[in-house]
């Protein structure tokens, strides 16, 4: 049972260049988030997606793009990725939106943009 | 705005016991959560409170006042393993969480 698994786990990109982070989870949950996590910073939510064939944006979602073709999946892409964009990356699911729906959290995907 | 407070670092010694408190502004209230999230890993949870106590798990303990809009993670008989960051999180009335920057907590021997 592999819970969320993200790739790739590290990624050097020069200012830009394009790429996809993939989160896929095994626990059929319907919610999926992408996060990012900046030193001094709370975790700041990009986007997120309530089901399958739905997105949402959340507090930072500027420069990104997401897709949830597939209920496991979650794929958040970077068209021109620009060096505010170096940062730690999260995905997390959980089976709803409210309540004591604990969040399952991938081990993060480093980027850093030149 | 929507704002999370907690102390950026603190220092305990092994086998002691430490509070870290966390105080919020939100608008609306579902629910507040702890994680804990060692350096270089994923924030995995630790406890959910949605009405005012105290929540015990083991040795790690949450509570909650909704009215003064404040909460703190107690965690006894520390260990070297508990070294990590304690990450407050307050699930709005839109049911969206709002995240502290955490609290670095330092156990030495």
């Known amino acids: 049972n592999a819970g969320v698994t993200q790739t790739p786990k590290f990624r050097v990109l020069k200012t830009g260049q394009s790429m996809t982070l993939l989160c896929a989870q095994d626990m059929n949950h319907e919610y999926m988030y992408w996060y990012r996590q900046d030193p001094g910073m709370g975790l700041r939510l990009i986007h997120y997606?309530?089901?399958?064939?739905?997105?949402a944006k959340g507090e930072v979602p500027d420069g990104y793009n997401v897709s949830r073709l597939k209920k496991q999946n979650f794929l958040l892409g970077l068209e021109s990725a620009a060096p505010s964009q170096t940062s730690v990356y999260f995905c997390?699911?959980?089976?709803?939106?409210?309540?004591?729906?604990?969040?399952?959290f991938g081990a993060g995907s480093r980027l850093t943009v030149l | 705005g929507q704002n999370i407070d907690q102390p950026t670092e603190m220092t305990a010694t092994e086998g002691a016991i430490v509070q870290i408190n966390c105080t919020y502004q939100?608008?609306?209230?579902?629910?507040l959560f702890w994680y804990q999230q060692h350096a270089g890993e994923a924030p995995t949870f630790l406890s959910y409170?949605?009405l005012d106590g105290l929540e015990e798990k083991g040795r790690f303990s949450s509570f909650l006042s909704r009215s003064k809009g404040y909460s703190y993670l107690l965690l006894k008989e520390l260990q070297m393993k508990d070294s990590a960051s304690y990450l407050c999180a307050v699930m709005d009335s839109n049911y969206q969480l709002i995240w502290g920057a955490g609290t670095k907590l330092i156990i030495k021997p």
């Open positions: 997606s309530v089901g399958e064939g739905t997105t």
């Open positions: 939100t608008s609306g209230f579902n629910g």
């Open positions: 409170n949605v």
């Open positions: 997390a699911s959980c089976t709803g939106g409210s309540g004591a729906n604990v969040l399952t």
